[in-house]
Nanobody, 113 residues
Framework: EVQLVESGGGLVQPGGSLRLSCAAS????????MRWVRQAPGKGLEWVST??????YYADSVKGRFTISTDNAKSTLYLQMNSLKSEDTAVYYC????????WGQGTQVTVSS
């Protein structure tokens, strides 16, 4: 059974940092595309970042502030988020597969003073 479990969300002040984790099991971790996607309150899904092997991509809205990475030994995906803004408030999901085949349950990130 494929499982993706996100953690690391929470409440942070503007300008602060958080690191999200996504622990994967039941799949060949390094063999497919992994992404972070977010959904802000009342809005649709927004792609945030992608990693495939050593290649990374970022949405313009997070470029220079967020860093995606993996620890293949731990089958874990990360998203380091720095200089957080109120508009980064959202539920963050990790996904696995070229076609967004598997999703985690999401972790809430709230940026507020």
């Amino acid at each position: 059974e494929v499982q993706l479990v996100e953690s690391g969300g929470g409440l942070v002040q503007p300008g602060g940092s958080l690191r999200l984790s996504c622990a994967a099991s039941g799949l060949t971790f390094s063999m497919s595309t992994m992404r972070w996607v977010r959904q802000a309150p009342g809005k649709g899904l927004e792609w945030v970042s992608t990693i495939f092997r050593d290649t990374t991509y970022y949405a313009d809205s997070v470029k220079g502030r967020f860093t995606i990475s993996t620890d293949n030994a731990k089958s874990t995906l990360y998203l380091q988020m720095n200089s957080l803004k109120s508009e980064d408030t959202a539920v963050y999901y990790c996904t696995y597969g070229d076609g967004y085949d598997y999703w985690g349950q999401g972790t809430q990130v709230t940026v507020s003073s």
